[in-house]
């Protein structure tokens, strides 16, 4: 069964005007364990330059999923805090981030690649995240409605997404 916010996201986005980008914003590289404390680091450091240097001014609303640390009491408040909107989300839900496709994207170029070693990896998904065009993105963007309505009719089971 879907849930019913997957309506008001999908009413939301047929009003909306999508932005589109120049790029993919910034990669923040993880060592160990991320908890609500890194998460909200990452927030800090990447996610508001990347806003910035991609001019997206008060337009854009951060989406996550409901890991525990996207949803902590801390992370909670503290996009509060931030003036971070964030996509409201329902639990057990299809992920449908456009960015878990840059994900993909990533892993596979930097696969080919065959990094030995873990300052290899760090450095080859640096460059090859650099390399991604706003085009992708932008295409990305530009599909998030036709996949939404394809969840919502499949009443939240597989799509070809």
Request: glycine share 4%; proline share 7%.
């Amino acid at each position: 069964m879907i849930p019913k916010t997957f309506g008001k996201i999908l009413c939301g986005l047929t009003r909306q005007k999508l932005n589109f980008l120049e790029g993919p914003g910034r990669l923040a590289v993880i060592n160990g364990t991320m908890n609500s404390a890194v998460y909200q680091k990452i927030l800090k450091e990447n996610v508001r330059p990347s806003v910035c240097d991609l001019k997206l001014k008060r337009t854009w609303v951060l989406q996550q999923d409901n890991d525990p640390k996207h949803t902590s009491k801390s992370t909670s408040e503290w996009l509060k805090k931030n003036k971070m909107k964030t996509l409201e989300w329902p639990s057990q839900s299809p992920d449908l981030n456009p960015i878990e496709m840059l994900w993909h994207d990533l892993k596979k170029v930097v696969h080919a690649r065959k990094p030995s070693n873990v300052a290899e990896l760090q450095q080859f998904c640096k460059d090859e995240w650099a390399k991604i065009p706003p085009q992708r993105c932008n295409r990305l963007i530009a599909s998030y409605q036709k996949h939404l309505i394809a969840v919502v009719a499949a009443k939240g089971g597989p799509t070809s997404y």
